[in-house]
């Protein structure tokens, strides 16, 4: 089955700063990579999300790129805030599969001010 | 904006009790959705559903488990004899169609004692 690798467990910047966070995935039929911010004490949140046919795409201060020859996948934000800190999972939805997400087992970034 | 509701947020049970934790989709979804996620790891997919029938399901989702759509806007997951390895965050979501985004609501939290 599909396997997904986060990479760092944690992170730690200065606001202002860029962070990024990487994925990778062993399912080369997966088509389907969001990634989710949670809050503690609250549900995954979909942050942005790009499917197999798009190099990359990007919503104002994240962006996520693909590159599917290698199969792994990035999140980056751009000046960083504090409301930024949270846990982000990268996920990847298998070809094949009703759409159930396989997570990565998450990235904790802490945005000093 | 329309959100995934979870009741209760809290469970708090003795082992070997049943569960039955319930979750309002998105009216008008059509894909629903339980993952788990023990304290400080990642989310894991249980079991998706369509059609009012189960079209995918994990390891994790043994006969101990059942989901059930009882009508046009509840979606519940029964855990039969719960056991101390049951004690978790469980997540449900929701889909509109089959390329939609998948939404998260925020969680029950389940200790068995």
């Known amino acids: 089955g599909e396997n997904v690798e986060q990479h760092p467990s944690t992170l730690s910047v200065q606001e202002g700063d860029s962070a990024v966070i990487k994925c990778t995935y062993s399912?080369?039929?997966?088509?389907?990579f969001p990634w989710y911010k949670q809050e503690l004490g609250k549900g995954p949140q979909l942050i942005i999300d790009?499917?197999?046919?798009?190099g990359e795409k990007k919503d104002q201060r994240i962006a996520v790129t693909l590159n599917k020859t290698a199969k792994h996948f990035s999140l980056h934000i751009t000046e960083t805030q504090p409301e930024d800190s949270a846990v982000y999972f990268c996920?990847?939805?298998?070809?094949?599969?009703?759409?159930?997400?396989?997570f990565g087992k998450g990235t904790k970034l802490s945005v000093k001010p | 904006e329309p959100e995934v509701t979870q009741t209760p947020s809290h469970q708090v049970t003795q082992m070997g009790q049943e569960v039955i934790l319930r979750c309002v989709p998105i009216?008008?979804?059509?894909?629903f959705y339980w993952y788990r996620q023990i304290l400080g790891q990642k989310v894991e997919f249980l079991v998706s559903?369509?059609?009012?029938?189960?079209?995918?399901k994990s390891e994790i989702f043994d006969d101990q488990f059942s989901v059930e759509r009882p009508d046009g806007s509840n979606f519940t997951l029964k855990i039969r004899s719960t056991k101390l390895e049951d004690s978790a965050m469980y997540f449900c979501?929701?889909?509109?169609?089959?390329?939609?985004?998948?939404?998260f609501g925020p969680g029950t939290r389940l200790t068995v004692t």
């Open positions: 979501a929701s889909r509109a169609d089959s390329l939609g985004e998948q939404y």
């Open positions: 399912d080369s039929a997966s088509n389907y």
């Open positions: 790009i499917r197999s046919n798009v």
């Open positions: 996920a990847v939805s298998p070809g094949g599969s009703q759409g159930n997400l396989i």
């Open positions: 009216s008008n979804h059509l894909y």
């Open positions: 559903f369509y059609n009012n029938e189960i079209s995918e």
